[in-house]
């Protein structure tokens, strides 16, 4: 079983410094094994964004004397010490983040006294990517042509001199763009948005990557894929490379506003400032209102195919390199950030499918089957985004109690789905701490997913299949303006309220994601009685046929915003039971008691039926799960045994008449295995 960790390792009751993480320590590497985790997320090497002297200094620094005593570890020897463990240590590569940082040096410059938090001694300088490019404290760091004998070359055939000055994104007036979120409240240091479109930055990406691969990371994980559309949302990005590359583009995508524009001389930026637009004409807050600014959706879908191309290169330089130095190729990922449509196309180049999930509650089991889909039938696994009830769970854990965390953990697990453990994990520095569980609690519940694995085979039972359009939710998220509520992933409300809803009602139903790249096919929807479409609008001629076909033999609804052709699937409804009252077939695999505070997945197992039951009776005073006294399904055949696991209490117990099954003292979670 993939157990992915969020494994950041930043210090209890301290803020959470960006890109580099501390250097760890042999006693973390065994908590990781202890607690049976495999692939350490957001785990080292992550400085480059610093300058590649420090990352070479993170990688290979020797640690001194007094430290080697506790255990400290250089990258490169954590590394070493995972691998020995048949662990998984993914580096990082921010592809969002240049980095300035104050520092304090000796009058002679040969000493760093200190390094982000000042101590008011020497004299006070910043150390970052514009420092380290230069050479400005040869004493201190490695030369950069350590790194680039030749030097670094730009589009211009120009040698780059200040990394920082070619790398920064420019807005639409020529500014420059933080990557603000990174950045601790009160510090004196900055963080500048890169252009990742401009080739250079790739070439510098590349030679991180090359020290990654040769200090001995396990795999890759690429953060801040969509650094593109990042830049977008604040102004930019309007440099030389962004306006050479959208005039190309342009000419390979000719659209009804490019006619009488000559593509030639073409100057995007020169074109919207004649205009009269500025920069905050093009903010993510005038997302309507933007989609009016002449050829501004022609460049949101340049900046989109630029992520697909850039991730691509960035594998197979992974898969090339690793390969030639190291005779295997390595494992290569990205924060595909709460599965949003944008990354779609990024999955089929990805190991792994890993990723940020946001927007955390005590229930979504709804967003995790959609997960399961989206993960296409890859391992993987996705951290958690802090929000108020990831800090209400960390204040149970400093209280010793640990029933929310530990639904926090297994309920994605029943759909198919994987949220690291958080060792040491970021909090958006909504407050000076960071995410570690209970240890005890984790080698527990690791050592009883161990045993208990072949209940967490995922083969879905369904009568539903609920169609998630990623062309459609692309569409919205990128184009309609529904993305300013975030905690709905991409703003595609219907799908997922109304996927929500069937969950809360026991319904079975399994997602059938379409794109381009997985198309709907008549094979894809075998097995299903019913097909449900909310928000589906952009299927293809072939694809409309497949649904046409299915509506011989089986039931279609459409809902929400449909397409003209399906008007006659529309299905109209004022309040949910009408709908669940449709979804619901005559002859139902499994009928469940209303139970709200129950949640339940039925998997196909070898002689009958794994059921898995959550159980989210939380007592908001004692912040306890308070066990189900009991919960009742019946099954459409006879059943001959079942028997049933549960956590942590282990006290759950289940009894069978004919096809009625009924478990008592529901726990966190509880699952039967049911033979027929």
């Known amino acids: 079983m993939t157990r992915g960790m969020h494994y950041m390792c930043w210090f209890k009751e301290d803020w959470n410094y960006h890109p580099s993480m501390p250097s760890k320590r042999l006693q973390q590497v065994e908590d990781a094994a202890s607690m049976k985790g495999n692939i350490l997320l957001w785990s080292c090497l992550g400085s480059g964004a610093i300058g ?111 990394y920082l000055e070619e790398f920064a994104a420019q807005t639409l007036e020529g500014k420059r763009i933080l990557s603000s979120w990174l950045m601790v409240p009160h510090h004196d240091h900055k963080c500048y948005t890169p252009c990742a479109n401009n080739p250079a930055y790739m070439t510098y990406m590349k030679k991180m990557l090359q020290i990654m691969v040769d200090a001995g990371a396990g795999g890759i994980l690429l953060d801040e894929y969509d650094v593109q559309i990042h830049a977008l949302s604040n102004g930019g990005c309007f440099c030389k490379d962004c306006m050479k590359q959208f005039r190309k583009y342009l000419k390979e995508h000719p659209c ?281 609008y952009c299927l293809t001629a072939k694809e409309k046929e497949v649904v046409r076909n299915f509506a011989e033999e089986g039931d279609v609804a459409a809902i929400g915003r449909i397409d003209r052709d399906f008007f006659d699937f529309a299905f109209h409804y004022t309040k949910f039971f009408e709908l669940e009252d449709w979804c619901r077939t005559k002859n139902p695999v499994l009928t469940a008691e209303g139970n709200k505070k129950v949640g339940l997945a039925l998997h196909h197992a070898s002689n009958g039926y794994n059921l898995h039951l959550l159980n989210y009776n939380l007592n908001s005073i004692t912040r306890e799960i308070e066990p189900i006294p009991s919960f009742a399904v019946e099954l459409d055949k006879p059943i001959r045994s079942a028997k049933v696991h549960s956590f942590p209490a282990g006290k759950s117990t289940v009894k069978t008449d004919g096809k009625r099954l009924i478990v008592c003292d529901v726990d966190i979670d509880t699952i039967v295995e049911i033979e027929m």
């Open 52 to 162: 590649l002297p420090y990352l070479q200094k993170e990688a290979y620094e020797k640690i001194q004397p007094r430290f080697k005593f506790y255990g400290y570890l250089n990258d490169q020897e954590f590394c070493r010490e995972c691998e020995k463990r048949g662990i998984t240590a993914y580096a990082v590569l921010w592809k969002a983040q240049l980095w300035e940082f104050p520092a304090e040096i000796s009058e002679e410059e040969d000493e760093l006294l200190s390094m982000n938090k000042l101590v008011g001694e020497g004299k006070k300088v910043m150390i970052g990517m514009s420092e380290l490019s230069t050479n400005r404290y040869p004493k201190l760091f490695e030369p950069i042509e350590t790194f680039f004998p030749n030097g670094l070359y730009n589009s211009e055939g120009e040698k780059v001199g200040d």
């Open 256 to 536: 009804p506003q490019t006619e009488g524009i000559n593509l030639e001389q073409f100057n995007y930026r020169e074109y919207l400032l004649g205009l009269g637009y500025h920069d905050e004409d093009l903010k993510a807050t005038q997302l309507v209102a933007r989609q009016d600014i002449p050829l501004f959706q022609e460049f949101t879908k340049f900046n989109l195919e630029r992520l697909e191309d850039d991730f691509r290169q960035i594998c197979e330089y992974v898969k090339t390199y690793s390969k030639e130095t190291r005779g295997k190729e390595l494992p290569v990922s990205a924060n595909l950030f709460n599965c949003l449509p944008r990354g779609e196309k990024l999955r089929k180049y990805c190991d792994t499918i890993c990723g940020e999930k946001s927007g955390l509650k005590l229930r979504q089991d709804a967003f995790y089957k959609f997960g399961y889909s989206f993960m296409q039938g890859k391992d993987g696994s996705f951290i958690q985004d802090p929000n108020d009830h990831i800090l209400e769970i960390l204040d149970d854990i400093d209280h010793n109690r640990n029933d929310a965390y530990i639904l926090f953990m297994l309920e994605p697990l029943a759909h198919g789905f994987n949220i690291s453990i958080s060792y040491g994990g970021w909090l958006i520095n909504l407050k000076k701490d960071s995410f570690y569980p209970n240890l005890e609690t984790e080698r527990k519940m690791g050592k009883w997913l161990t045993e208990h694995e072949n209940l967490f085979k995922m083969d879905p039972v369904a009568e539903v299949a609920v169609i998630y359009d990623h062309r459609s939710a692309l569409e919205v998220e990128m184009f309609s303006g529904n993305y300013a509520d975030p905690h709905k992933e991409g703003g595609f409300r219907n799908f997922f309220d109304v996927t929500q809803e069937l969950c809360n009602h026991h319904i079975l139903y399994n997602v059938v994601y379409v794109s381009e790249d997985e198309p709907l096919t008549a094979e894809r929807l075998n097995g299903y009685q019913k097909l449900l479409m909310p928000d589906v």
